[in-house]
C-alpha cells in the first residue's frame, strides 16, 4: 500500500441512504411534530452527523418541508390506487374510509402527518400552507374520481359530486385530527358509519 493509499480522504462526504433516511426523518417529525423534535433527536434517529444532515438537506426548517412534501407525494399515490384508480364507486370510497378505521385500532395511532402539521403550525409558512392544500386538493381529486364512478353506477346524482367531495374531505380530516387525539375504533366507525348513510340513496 502506498503512502497516497493511507492518506486520509478529509472532507469526503459520507455516503448513505437518501430516501432511507428521509423516511426515518418522516416518522419522526410525525410521531413527535415540528416543534418538539429537536437536531438533536433527527442525528439519534438517522444516525448522521450534523453537519452530513445540513448538507444533504439544510436547516431543521427545509428539512421538515422535505419530509412534508415526501408525505403528500406518498399520500397521493395511496389515494390515486384507493380512489383513482378503483373500479367500483361508494364501494372504493368506504373502503378508504375502512383503512382509516383500521388505523384508529393500532396501538399509538398518530393520524395524518399533514392534519397534524395544519393543527400545530396554524401560522406556518407559505410553502407548508401551500403543502397542506395540496394534500386537501389530493383527497378531494380521489373523492371526486370515485363518486364519478358512482355516478355512472347509478348510486349518486352527478349534481352532487362537488358537495359530496367536499364533505368528504372535511369527513377524512376530522377523522384525522380524531384518530391522531386517540379515538378509538368504535368512535371512528360511528362517524364513518353516518358518512356511508348519508352516501347511500335511502
Same mark, same amino acid.
Given at each position: 500500500?502506498?503512502?497516497?493509499?493511507?492518506?486520509?480522504?478529509?472532507?469526503?462526504?459520507?455516503? %448513505?441512504?437518501?430516501?432511507?433516511? @428521509?423516511?426515518a426523518?418522516? #416518522?419522526? %417529525?410525525?410521531?413527535?411534530?415540528?416543534?418538539?423534535?429537536?437536531?438533536?433527536?433527527?442525528?439519534?434517529?438517522?444516525? @448522521? *452527523?450534523? *453537519?452530513?444532515?445540513?448538507?444533504?438537506?439544510? *436547516?431543521?426548517d427545509?428539512?421538515?418541508? $422535505?419530509?412534508?412534501?415526501?408525505?403528500?407525494?406518498?399520500?397521493?399515490?395511496?389515494?390515486a390506487?384507493?380512489?383513482?384508480?378503483?373500479?367500483?364507486?361508494?364501494?372504493?370510497?368506504?373502503?378508504?374510509? &375502512?383503512?382509516?378505521? #383500521?388505523?384508529?385500532s393500532? #396501538?399509538?395511532?398518530?393520524?395524518?402527518?399533514?392534519?397534524?402539521?395544519? $393543527?400545530?403550525?396554524?401560522? &406556518? #409558512?407559505?410553502?407548508?400552507?401551500?403543502?397542506?392544500?395540496?394534500?386537501?386538493?389530493? @383527497?378531494?381529486?380521489? %373523492?371526486?374520481?370515485?363518486?364519478?364512478?358512482?355516478?355512472?353506477?347509478?348510486?349518486?346524482?352527478?349534481?352532487?359530486?362537488?358537495? @359530496?367531495?367536499?364533505?368528504?374531505?372535511? $369527513?377524512?380530516?376530522?377523522? &384525522?385530527?380524531?384518530?391522531?387525539?386517540?379515538?378509538?375504533?368504535?368512535?371512528?366507525?360511528?362517524?364513518?358509519?353516518? $358518512?356511508?348513510?348519508?352516501?347511500?340513496?335511502?
Open positions: 500500500m502506498t503512502a497516497a493509499d493511507t492518506t486520509p480522504q478529509i472532507g469526503r462526504p459520507r455516503e %448513505f441512504d437518501h430516501d432511507a433516511v @428521509l423516511d426523518v418522516v #416518522e419522526l %417529525f410525525w410521531e413527535k411534530g415540528f416543534g418538539a423534535t429537536s437536531v438533536g433527536d433527527i442525528v439519534a434517529r438517522t444516525g @448522521l *452527523s450534523k *453537519s452530513s444532515l445540513y448538507g444533504a438537506f439544510g *436547516s431543521k427545509a428539512l421538515f418541508e $422535505t419530509a412534508l412534501d415526501r408525505y403528500v407525494d406518498d399520500h397521493q399515490q395511496m389515494v390506487e384507493r380512489l383513482l384508480n378503483g373500479n367500483r364507486g361508494l364501494d372504493d370510497i368506504e373502503a378508504f374510509f &375502512a383503512q382509516v378505521v #383500521e388505523e384508529a393500532r #396501538e399509538h395511532s398518530q393520524g395524518c402527518f399533514a392534519v397534524n402539521t395544519a $393543527t400545530e403550525l396554524r401560522n &406556518a #409558512e407559505p410553502i407548508v400552507v401551500q403543502l397542506g392544500v395540496r394534500h386537501r386538493d389530493i @383527497l378531494r381529486g380521489g %373523492f371526486t374520481g370515485a363518486l364519478n364512478r358512482a355516478v355512472e353506477l347509478d348510486e349518486v346524482d352527478a349534481d352532487r359530486v362537488p358537495d @359530496l367531495a367536499n364533505m368528504l374531505v372535511t $369527513t377524512a380530516l376530522g377523522l &384525522a385530527v380524531m384518530v391522531g387525539g386517540g379515538a378509538t375504533a368504535d368512535e371512528v366507525n360511528t362517524h364513518v358509519a353516518a $358518512t356511508r348513510n348519508s352516501l347511500r340513496r335511502p
